[in-house]
């Protein structure tokens, strides 16, 4: 999973179906559902105090490297999500 040296490690925890990360011992996660060739990505949600720390973008990145790896669709429903990727673009 991604890592950013000021926010910490993502890590997916399938049994939530979320990926999260903890900081300063609260945790953010992104919210998903899987098909066998789909992942979607719900909601992003990260504790008022932690914004604007790039762990939104965290969790975002992580959730597309996946989706990636595992060579799979992603579908993005999450309005944090989709606005993330029209600001930062993947090539």
Same mark, same amino acid.
């Given at each position: 999973?991604?890592?950013?040296?000021?926010?910490? #490690?993502?890590?997916?925890?399938?049994?939530?179906?979320?990926?999260?990360?903890?900081?300063?011992?609260?945790?953010?996660?992104?919210?998903?559902?899987?098909?066998?060739?789909?992942?979607?990505?719900?909601?992003?949600?990260?504790?008022?105090?932690?914004?604007?720390?790039?762990?939104?973008?965290?969790?975002?990145?992580?959730?597309?490297?996946?989706?990636?790896?595992?060579?799979?669709?992603?579908?993005?429903?999450?309005?944090?999500? #989709?606005?993330?990727?029209?600001?930062?673009?993947?090539?």
């Amino acid at each position: 999973m991604a890592t950013n040296a000021n926010t910490g #490690r993502v890590s997916d925890n399938p049994a939530a179906s979320r990926f999260e990360l903890v900081v300063d011992g609260k945790t953010s996660f992104l919210t998903y559902t899987r098909t066998p060739t789909t992942l979607t990505l719900l909601h992003t949600e990260v504790p008022e105090d932690l914004r604007e720390r790039g762990i939104g973008g965290a969790l975002v990145e992580a959730a597309l490297d996946r989706g990636h790896a595992d060579g799979v669709r992603v579908i993005v429903v999450c309005p944090f999500a #989709r606005e993330y990727m029209k600001k930062h673009p993947r090539r």
